[in-house]
């Protein structure tokens, strides 16, 4: 598994669709490449028409779908910006929840990725694991280049709460509690718990099951069992890591490991799959 992505997938739809209300664990970036799509959260429509992308934080609750006729989208899952290849990205945004933004690039250059991530990033290419960690990158870049110089952001930076944050995921299976965290960052409990929820909208521990869900997604993907997975997770027992799994996802760990990319799927929706390692359902959608 390369850090930070998670899954990619191209989808080609043949009629028009709706999903359910639902959410993530992980960013999502979508791009249309035909076709209009339209994401619904609790406050707000947004359309999103062809060339046009929207990113959407973890948590967010949200439904998809296109009125169209046909349609066509690439997208892709992330746990976070990687404040290595991402600098800029992460120290703006790796903290945020309740976040989404819609924006326009250009949409030769969203086919031309999503071709490459089928022919470069197929099976019997020598280089398919590199490129497809490359062009997962190329894509997030295309949504930054645009979103990043017109998007108001905090001028102040909260360093503390990003280090705690850092922290989080460097210790995600440990068995810890807020109050660990406040000693970290130096704080009481509470005093640490009312900051970290004014930088990232929710609760710390809400936050570090979000980090420890997206790593039981991996998990899963790599085919460990849902008992392995809790454990390497870092929930104290598989009944919780149920209980938070389906809470925050709508289905069981093993409802996901049969179908992993948990997009509705009528049968008029074609899709091409990878988690960056191999693939997992191939279709040539382009032709």
């Known amino acids: 598994m390369a850090e930070p992505w998670m899954w990619y997938d191209s989808v080609r739809y043949t009629a028009p669709y709706r999903s359910p209300m639902h959410r993530h664990p992980a960013w999502q970036l979508t791009a249309s490449l035909e076709g209009d799509f339209h994401f619904l ?91 497809r960690i490359a062009l997962g990158l190329e894509f997030v870049l295309a949504a930054l280049t645009d979103l990043l110089p017109r998007t108001n952001f905090e001028a102040k930076r909260n360093a503390k709460m990003e280090r705690i944050m850092e922290y989080m995921e460097e210790h995600f299976a440990e068995p810890l509690c807020c109050a660990d965290f406040a000693e970290t960052a130096g704080l009481s409990p509470s005093r640490f718990s009312a900051i970290f929820r004014k930088a990232a909208g929710c609760s710390p521990m809400h936050f570090f099951n ?41 289905m069981s760990p093993g409802e996901f490991r049969k179908n992993p990319f948990f997009s509705v799927k009528p049968d008029s929706c074609r899709a091409w799959q990878s988690d960056f390692r191999g693939f997992v359902s191939f279709e040539d959608i382009l032709r």
């Open 210 to 250: 979000t980090i420890r869900l997206a790593h039981a997604q991996t998990f899963l993907l790599d085919g460990c069992s849902v008992e392995e997975t809790s454990l390497r997770a870092g929930f104290s027992t598989v009944p919780y890591f149920c209980r938070c799994f389906r809470k925050h996802l709508g």
């Open 41 to 131: 959260t609790r406050e707000k429509e947004f359309v999103i028409p062809p060339g046009g992308w929207i990113l959407i934080s973890p948590e967010l609750v949200h439904s998809a779908g296109s009125p169209s006729e046909k349609s066509l989208a690439m997208q892709i899952f992330f746990r976070r910006f990687s404040p290595v290849l991402l600098p800029e990205a992460a120290e703006r945004l790796n903290l945020k929840r309740g976040f989404l933004e819609t924006g326009q690039t250009d949409l030769k250059f969203l086919m031309r990725t999503s071709r490459d991530f089928q022919r470069k990033g197929a099976e019997n290419s020598p280089l398919a694991y590199s490129y």
